[in-house]
Each structure stands twice: as C-alpha cells, then as structure tokens.
C-alpha cells in the first residue's frame, strides 16, 4: 500500500462489517493458550498486534495455527508455558506487553520482553508497580520503567490494588497474575474500564466479580447502559482450572467508529456497520454521537460469547459540539483522534477533557490531532488533558466566517488511529489528504483503505 491519498465524497452509502475486536482476539490467544483443551477464535482480527500476541505464545511452546480469522489454539494449562531462550517481540502492542507481564510474573520461567521504539517509550511503571507488590521479579531493563522487561516467574501472593487510572490493561495484568496466587486478587479503578477479561475469564472457569461502588454487577450491564462514574472493584479467585472454549469474536468498535462518524458528516449518507461490539464499557464514541445529535439506530442487538453486539445504522446528521470528559473517556480513549474529527464539522464547540491518557499511546495523541486538524484549517488548541475543538461555525473576534477544511499531508506519527481518523477528515476537505505512513493502519485494520474506498460516492 503506498501513495493513498483520500479526497472529498458525495456520499457514503453501503452495508460493511468491520475486523474482529482487536482486545478480544488477543485475550482469546493468551487465555486459550493457558486454558486446557482447545480454544477456536472465529472473527479473529489478523492484524500485527494480534500476531505479536501468537508469536509470543508460539514461542513458548504453545501450538496456535491460524488460517486468517480462524485460529486453533492447543492450550497447555496454567502452568503450561516453557522458557523462551530470546526476546519475546511484543511489536507495537500494548496490550500484549501488559498483559503477558501478568501471566509471565507468575508462570515459572524467565522471560525477556521488548517491542519497537514506540513501546520503549510507553509506561511500565503502571505494571511493574502492583506485580512487584505481588512478590513478582519484575524490572525495565533499561532502569527507565519502560520495555524491554526482564521477568523471572515465580510464586505470587494476593493483593488488593487500588489503581490511579482506569486502565483495562493494567487491571487485566493483576487479574491474569491472581490466577497465580492462593485466594483472592482485587483490583481497585476510580471508574470502570472495559471489562472484555472479566467476561472471558468467567466463560474460561474463572471465578471473577466486579462490582461498581453503586453495588453494581458490570456483568449485568446492556446496551446502551450508563457507566457510571464510581469506582469499580474486580475479584478474581487463584488456581482454577481453566477450560478452552470457541469464542466468536464480534467487529471491533474501534474500527466501526472510523466509518460511524464517515456516515454522519458526509452528506447524503446511508451506511450500516453489522456485528458490532457494543459492550458500554467500550462504546463511549456512541454515546458521544448521541450527545452531539446523531442518527443512529441499534439493530438487532444480541449477545455473542458473552459480549453485547449490534449493528449500527447511521445517516447524515447535523451535529453540535458537547463536552467529553469523566465517566466516558475510558470508553471511548482510542476513539478520540476520530471524534475530533466528527466534532470539526459539528457545530459550536466540543471539549475534550480528562483524557491525558492520549499522551502515552502509541503517539502523544493530543499533539498528534491538533496539529493534524490545524493542518486541515480547523481551529483547535491542545489543554494539559485533553484538546478544545472550535466547529463549523467558528467565527474570527471580528465576526468574520473563517472555517474551512482543506485537504493535507498528515503525519501520523505511524500512529493507525490518526491515520484512520484523518482519512475520515479528507472525506469531506476540499482538495486531496495524503499520508506520510499509510501502512501503520495494519496495526488494527490490515484492510481499512479497501473497505473505505468500497461505501465512497464521488
């Protein structure tokens, strides 16, 4: 794939699903691989990320075969994994990284961990903190709490940890570690995040319970619920016995919000994104678009291996700014670079806030947009937390109109998520929207141009 360039549409029009849920598949990998008995993933997302989390576990004698979107995993048991004399390459995953941390703390191996420039960059200390609490031989290599890690599995005890950040990744790193110790592990967040492991690992065996301080069991909650903004503890009980099972993995939401907001800004649109996760501690960018005006309908709302799926219909839309901060944004943080975008052709102004997250992702996502929407002629300005988006209708101090889009080459930073969102920006600039990295849309969605270029109108 070289030399895309996106200009403006008529219309977006069609029917499309998306790419498996990228969180899903590689929890469906790294719990089938420490399940007994076989574990089938269909609807598995084949991209780099996922594929880092099967190299890994390949790595460690676990015997995975895939056939694009369908992956067999012959699981060994908790105790299973056998030493890996290399590095273990976790690429540009996250969630590979924090995750496998847990599970490698307490199985009884050593391991090296490491990844490309951007995950040694990205924070460890959130991990390596409470599994050191734990009893776990954990460190940064390079002393600066980021990858590569050295890790030495052995015996672990419980703890109770009470996380600074709503992070499903850190919290799925201690559970997955408490399935190493004797009694409980609880993990403490200021406000629910997604809950994918919880769901999974109870239909793995595991015994798992989260409850919100409203007294709330999160496995209760249903489309279109409110997450609330409470704390929320999760208790995993140590030492089940872990069974495979055949998971279907639905479309990534993630990947279906580049394609939402295309179907509400662009003009004289009609689309219908099928087999959606919805699951409300994911899908914050739906409550966004409802909050700004948005046509959109929830279809055939169901539940698929124990998550919460539909599929989603939306038309063009007269959109007006809002706030976005609190209880939403661990819902919705990788949809942000796109819902700048939809909120630069709302009206008014939106503010995005609470969300200094962004800053440690794959890119520093506040730059990474600001100055992208700048590039496009959308008046911006970044906060300590978050960014302000002038919509529209932005007029200068003299009341003069001022607002304009306009085609630009986006430096993504290889960030996917900017790229994704600003090709959603060139579908309604004037003028031709390059790219100087293209090609790290294959991070989460190998396919994202082919599928855009199917429901464009000229």
Request: hydrophobic letters at 35%; one cysteine or more.
């Amino acid at each position: 794939m070289n030399n895309i360039s996106i200009t403006k549409a008529n219309s977006i029009k069609g029917q499309i699903t998306v790419p498996g849920d990228k969180s899903i598949s590689h929890r469906g990998v790294m719990f089938g691989a420490i399940a007994e008995g076989l574990t089938e993933l269909t609807g598995f997302l084949d991209g780099a990320d996922c594929r880092s989390t099967i190299s890994c576990f390949r790595n460690m004698g676990i015997d995975i075969k895939q056939d694009n979107d369908h992956v067999l995993i012959q699981g060994k048991g908790l105790y299973g994994l056998k030493e890996y004399n290399g590095t273990l390459d976790v690429g540009n995953s996250g969630t590979t990284t924090r995750l496998i941390s847990g599970i490698l703390a307490g199985s009884p191996i050593h391991s090296t961990l490491n990844g490309d420039a951007s995950i040694q960059s990205r924070p460890m200390k959130r991990i390596i903190e409470p599994l050191q609490q734990m009893g776990a031989d954990i460190s940064s290599i390079k002393g600066n709490d980021c990858a590569p890690l050295q890790i030495n599995g052995g015996k672990l005890h419980t703890i109770h940890y009470n996380s600074p950040v709503a992070s499903a990744q850190v919290k799925s790193c201690i559970l997955l570690a408490g399935l190493y110790c004797d009694g409980e592990t609880t993990v403490t967040e200021p406000v629910l995040s997604r809950n994918h492991t919880e769901l999974m690992l109870n239909g793995f065996g595991a015994d798992v319970k989260t409850i919100t301080s409203q007294n709330t069991d999160s496995s209760n909650m249903s489309i279109g619920s409110k997450v609330t903004d409470t704390s929320a503890t999760a208790t995993i009980i140590g030492g089940p016995k872990l069974i495979g099972q055949q998971i279907a993995v639905p479309g990534d939401i993630s990947s279906a919000a580049y394609f939402i907001v295309a179907g509400l800004i662009c003009d004289n649109s009609d689309l219908l994104i099928e087999n959606v996760n919805c699951n409300p501690t994911r899908a914050g960018i739906l409550k966004v678009c409802e909050k700004m005006g948005a046509n959109i309908e929830y279809l055939n709302k169901r539940i698929v291996s124990g998550e919460e799926v539909c599929d989603i219909h939306v038309t063009t839309s007269d959109l007006h700014g809002c706030r976005v901060d609190g209880e939403l944004i661990p819902t919705l943080i990788d949809e942000i670079p796109v819902i700048a975008v939809m909120a630069s052709q709302a009206s008014g102004t939106t503010v995005i806030a609470d969300a200094a997250e962004l800053k440690v992702k794959e890119s520093n996502r506040i730059d990474s947009v600001v100055e992208n929407l700048r590039a496009m002629g959308i008046a911006c300005e970044p906060t300590d937390d978050g960014m302000i988006i002038h919509g529209r209708d932005f007029t200068n101090t003299d009341g003069s109109k001022s607002y304009s889009i306009h085609g630009a080459h986006i430096s993504t930073k290889s960030d996917h998520r900017i790229a994704m969102a600003f090709a959603i920006a060139g579908l309604v600039a004037d003028g031709k929207t390059s790219f100087d990295d293209e090609n790290c849309v294959a991070i989460s969605y190998p396919t994202f141009f082919q599928t855009l270029q199917k429901i464009i109108n000229k």
